[in-house]
């Protein structure tokens, strides 16, 4: 029986062994991280992603620990209200919009792995440190967590899902030009909080140069009837340190921005305070490659396309990914075959996003009314931007969020017409 090699036990490795599970083919996850923590803080799974965590049969547990986010809401910084919209089932999708904490997210896709793949397909304290192809095979060298190299492995197909600082990604590009510096910071936390709004409303609010916040709820039925509640304040300025999802920041860095956002509907630096721990995390993207396989070797997730996390998308675009490298490995035994035909479906969509998430993220209505505002309180939100407006910005994202693969290409069943170089992406 085949066995494909996971490199990286986060979203998209531990949903690529369930996707795989499921079409009858056996897989190895090989993780850095000595234990399995529930580590981060919120995230979100979008629809068109839920909809393959409900195809795994995820959906009750994700239902009891997430919460099922009813609307997207916009407001500036005075609080004042721009626009709300319907979120997941409440605009009219067949799956849910789920606000989870990472770790909780986490931690039930280990317990379904191990659950159906077996106790021992997770390898932690393995690091994966070089990458070698050997005629058909790919040789990988661990190390632990002390540095110390383990016994090399030799596999038969590697999947990289090693995440922002991919190894693989670096064996495969080792000429890569350097990450691209969004010029906004950003500082996370989670908050024991009393609901808002209608309490799984998710907000954006303010702009990036004087500061912006966006929050949700993750968790309900916390004691004295509160909730969980997710904060990600983001404010434009010069870079500060490197991409490390657990780097621990301070609240004396950016609290000051948000010292007078109190509305009647939540108080801000009192959210804000609440927060056992802060992380920090300057938002970092890497422009599209050029391809994602060789051989027997591929990417996925966050290794094949980082994106700045502005459309709730990260995740999202993981888990599609391994639906559908897992449908394509079931159709061949011809590994590199397969990993042609995924990337031929998800390397353009994907490349789409990360440049959406740069030029129009759904949040881009939040900079009109900033723009067109002076940065003031207004009279009549009506007069500074429409409803109509509003909802055309977040559409045109999502149609490029929610795409799964490229519209069918008339020329593909053309002689000659090779995958790589029709899905070239213009540098
Ligand atoms: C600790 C952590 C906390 C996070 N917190 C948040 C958050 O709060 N909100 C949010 O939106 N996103 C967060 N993310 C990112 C988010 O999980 C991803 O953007 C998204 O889910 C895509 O998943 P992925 O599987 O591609 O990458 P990830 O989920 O990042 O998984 C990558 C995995 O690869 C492992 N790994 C890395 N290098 C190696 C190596 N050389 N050898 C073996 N294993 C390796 C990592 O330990 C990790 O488990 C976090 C990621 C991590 C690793």
């Known amino acids: 029986m085949r066995t494909v090699s996971i490199v990286g036990g986060g979203i998209g490795g531990l949903v690529l062994a369930l996707e795989l599970e499921r079409h009858g083919i056996r897989s190895l996850i090989y993780e850095a991280a000595p234990r399995l923590q529930a580590l981060g803080v919120g995230i979100n799974v979008l629809p068109h992603a839920s909809a393959v965590l409900a195809g795994l049969g995820l959906e009750e547990q994700l239902t009891d620990r997430a919460v099922l986010t009813r609307e997207a809401a916009f407001y500036n910084r005075f609080g004042q209200h721009i626009f709300t919209e319907p979120a997941g089932r409440w605009a009219g999708h067949d799956h849910p919009q789920y606000s989870i904490h990472r770790g909780d997210l986490h931690s039930l896709l280990v317990d379904a792995v191990r659950r159906r793949c077996g106790s021992d397909v997770i390898v932690t304290n393995s690091r994966l440190d070089r990458v070698r192809e050997v005629g058909d095979r790919v040789e990988l060298r661990f190390v632990d967590d002390n540095g110390d190299p383990l016994d090399p492995v030799v596999a038969e197909s590697v999947v990289g899902c090693d995440g922002i600082h991919s190894v ?67 404010i434009e300025m010069p870079r500060r340190g490197e991409r490390d999802w657990q780097r621990r920041g ?25 927060s056992e721990q802060i992380l920090e995390y300057p938002m970092i993207d890497q422009d599209p490659l050029p391809f994602w396989s060789r051989g027997r070797l591929t990417l996925l997730g966050d290794a094949a396309h980082p994106m700045v996390p502005r459309g709730s998308n990260g995740a999202g675009q993981a888990i599609l990914d391994a639906e559908a490298l897992a449908r394509h490995l079931a159709r061949t035994d011809d590994t590199a075959q397969a990993f042609a035909a995924y990337e031929d479906e998800r390397r353009q969509v994907t490349a789409a996003v990360v440049r959406m998430n740069r030029a129009e993220p759904p949040d881009a209505i939040l900079r009109t009314v900033y723009e067109r505002s002076g940065d003031a309180p207004v009279r009549t939100m009506s007069d500074i931007v429409t409803e109509a407006e509003a909802q055309a910005i977040t559409g045109r994202y999502l149609k490029v969020a929610t795409t799964r693969s490229p519209a069918p290409d008339p020329s593909a069943s053309l002689p000659g017409a090779g995958t790589r170089e029709r899905n070239e992406e213009p540098q």
Not at 188 to 206: I, K
Not at 250 to 274: C, T, Y
Request: glycine letters at 12%; hydrophobic letters at 45%; proline letters at 8%.
């Open 250 to 274: 301070q609240l004396a860095d950016f609290a000051g921005r948000f010292a007078d956002w109190r509305f009647d509907w939540l108080d801000v630096p009192q959210l804000l305070g609440r």
């Open 168 to 234: 693989i990604r670096k064996t495969l590009h080792p000429d890569e030009g350097p990450a691209r510096y969004s010029g906004v910071m950003m500082w996370r936390g989670v908050a024991a909080h009393p609901g808002f709004l209608s309490g799984a409303t998710m907000v954006r609010a303010g702009w990036l140069q004087p500061g912006k916040l966006v929050t949700y709820p993750i968790r309900t039925g916390l004691p004295d009837g509160l909730q969980l509640v997710n904060w990600v304040a983001e």
